[in-house]
Nanobody
Framework: QVQLVESGGGLVQAGGSLRLSCTASGRTRSMYSSGWFRQAPGKEREFVAAISWSGGDIYYGDSVKGRFIISMDNAKNTMYLQMNILKPEDTAVYYC?????????????????WGQGTQVTVSS
């Protein structure tokens, strides 16, 4: 089993930036890719971005493409999400997740381990 812990959420004004971190522990060798998802109140969980364990393959959701950057530090077992030009509609709880699928994917069912989530609030 892989344990994931997110950090870095908070309150920011529109146009600002935040960086989220997700640190993995446990059976990290079973991870082949990782991803970020978000869920706003009353809405379904939405794919944000995913990255292969090597960092060589990256996949972004359309709503964040060009504004968010996902990266991986294997030495620290940590994945990051740099969020720039934030908008009020980015407000949500952000979750990191680990997958045994080698190619980064947007499908929730491909992810077997999830963090507890971190709140991101963007004020207008």
């Amino acid at each position: 089993q892989v344990q994931l812990v997110e950090s870095g959420g908070g309150l920011v004004q529109a146009g600002g930036s935040l960086r989220l971190s997700c640190t993995a522990s446990g059976r990290t060798r079973s991870m082949y890719s990782s991803g970020w998802f978000r869920q706003a109140p009353g809405k379904e969980r939405e794919f944000v971005a995913a990255i292969s364990w090597s960092g060589g393959d990256i996949y972004y959701g359309d709503s964040v493409k060009g504004r968010f950057i996902i990266s991986m530090d294997n030495a620290k077992n940590t994945m990051y999400l740099q969020m720039n030009i934030l908008k009020p509609e980015d407000t949500a709880v952000y979750y990191c997740a680990a997958s045994i699928v080698a190619i980064p994917t947007s499908r929730i069912r491909d992810y077997g381990s999830w963090g507890q989530g971190t709140q991101v609030t963007v004020s207008s």
